[in-house]
Every structure is written in C-alpha cells, then in structure tokens.
C-alpha cells in the first residue's frame, strides 16, 4: 500500500508501513481529515511533520502542502477505521475534524481547532484559540490558554486548568470547570450538574446555567463579585455569612460578595445552587 505525499509540485510515494517525515516552514498550519477512526497529534521540537496512518487495503492516502497548510487526507474505504498518528512542531496551528472520529492532542502549544460529528476529544495544551465540537461525544481540555470554545450535544464536558475567555455548552451532559483563571466564562447544560472551581477576576463576566442540575461553585474567601442567584425549584447553602432580604417570589436575589467587582450569575430552574469556599 502506497502514500502519496505532494509537497508543492513534487509527488513523493512511500510505503504506509514506514514513518513519513518532510520538513516545514514556521507558521504552517496542520490540517487533517478522517471521516472514521481516530487523529492522534503528538509534538516535539523541530520543524517537521511525521506521519504514521493504519489504513485498509483500499484506502489512498495524500499529504499535499498547499500554501502555508499541511493537509492530510484519506479517502476510497468503506466502513473500515483509519487511525492517524501524527508528530509535528509545538506550536504548530492544528485544524482537525471527520465524522465518526475520536481526537487527541497531547503538547500543543499553539491554535488548535477540532469539529467532529461523532467522537470523543481530549485537549492537552493549547494557546491562542481552542476550540472543540462534537455533536455526540464528551470533551475534556487540560492546560489551556487563550479563547476556549468548547461545545458538544450529548456528552460531559470537564476543562482543567484553563486561563483565558472560557464558553462550554453541552445539552445534554455535566460540566466539570476545575483550576480555572478565567477572564470570562459562560457555562450553560441543560440537562446535567455545574461544578466550578476557579478564581474570578474583579472585572470579569461569569455565568452558570443549568435547567435540570445542580450548581456547586468554590470561589476564595475574599472573592469581590456582585452575585445574582435564580433557583427555581431547589435549596440554596453557602459557606459565606451572607447577608440578604429572604427569597422573594421568584426566587431571584442578589448580594455582594467583598468590594464587588466580578460580575457572577447563577442559575438552575430544577436544581440546587451550593457556595463554598475554595481550599
């Protein structure tokens, strides 16, 4: 079974049961498809890209360069999984995607940007913008930075130790928000449990939704937010010695925690909503 590589205008054919590795300019960006099996994305530090592809006897595979995009891509099976693994420069930008497609990105430093329709995805590292999609599939991020989307139909959602402007919506899932040094954040399920973890900063935006779960927030002692709670049909507790009028008809209310600052909203219709403070 043969690769085909094109690297501009030059056509260089290699055995897939031997490692492909070519050299790349700074700045190049990555981009693979596969449509059903997995993309596994590794890093190093030289400026180079290595390809390692288990494919069927029926498959082609092409890496072309065009431009300042490095494009990986499979394509003539059917029904037979394709598992990329791939090695390539830590700052590399990744764009990543398929159909039915687990993905995995380990060292990254750099953009990485993954939308797939079925699959899971695990994120370590990333800078700049990350951002993850999958329709039916959990997601987990570990050391990101930057703009982090994260968004998926049916599945759990957990980001751990992240910095940056945070949005994560899942619809039918738990969303787990450990370490977090957000800048902003909106996290919204409607079906699953919000736990957050984190620092909020004085001029921040943060919102926490659930529809059918419950919200556990652990903020620090000397947190300055202005908060507003709504909780519908559960029990509200907190740690704080918190001073406001009782629940009034609603079961909206708002209190300030410190000198204020952060502007903090929680929100669950059929769930409780505990504060406590963070260790």
């Known amino acids: 079974m043969l690769a085909a590589i094109m690297l501009g205008a030059i056509a260089v054919v290699a055995p897939l049961d031997q490692d492909t590795t070519f050299a790349v300019d700074p700045g190049m960006r990555l981009d693979v498809r596969n449509d059903e099996g997995e993309i596994i994305v590794r890093t190093w530090d030289r400026n180079e890209v290595r390809v390692r592809a288990d494919l069927s006897w029926r498959a ?19 029904d037979d999984d394709v598992r990329y693994l791939l090695t390539v420069p830590a700052s590399m930008a990744l764009e990543l995607g398929g159909s039915e497609t687990d993905v995995t990105v380990e ?9 797939v329709s079925d699959g899971d995805v695990i994120i370590r590292g990333g800078a700049g913008r990350v951002s993850a999609r999958t329709n039916d599939g959990e997601i987990r991020a570990e050391q990101v930075d930057g703009r982090i989307r994260l968004f998926t139909m049916d599945g ?44 909020l900063s004085p001029r921040g935006s943060y919102l926490l939704q659930a529809h059918d779960g419950d919200v556990t927030v652990h ?32 079961r909206r209310v708002e209190f ?14 059929d769930g409780d909503i505990v504060l406590r403070r963070r260790r």
Do not use: K
């Not at 430093?109 to 939308?115: A, K, L, R, W």
């Not at 039918?172 to 449990?193: F, K, P, R």
């Not at 300030?256 to 219709?269: L, R, S």
């Open 60 to 78: 082609v595979f092409d890496i072309e360069r065009a431009s300042n995009t490095i494009r990986v891509r499979g394509r003539g099976w059917d």
């Open 107 to 115: 060292g990254s430093n750099g953009e990485v940007s993954i939308d």
């Open 156 to 199: 759990d959602i957990t980001l751990d130790r992240a910095t940056g402007d945070i949005e994560v919506e899942t619809t039918d899932g738990a969303i787990d928000l450990i370490d977090i040094e957000a800048a902003n954040l909106s996290a919204t399920t409607v079906d699953g449990d919000i736990w957050f973890d984190g620092v």
């Open 219 to 250: 903020i620090p002692e000397d947190t300055d937010a202005r908060v507003r709670l709504a909780l519908y049909d559960g029990d509200f507790s907190s740690d704080f010695e918190l001073t406001f009028p009782s629940w009034p008809r609603g």
């Open 256 to 269: 300030t925690m410190g000198d204020g600052g952060a502007e903090f909203e929680i929100e669950t219709f």
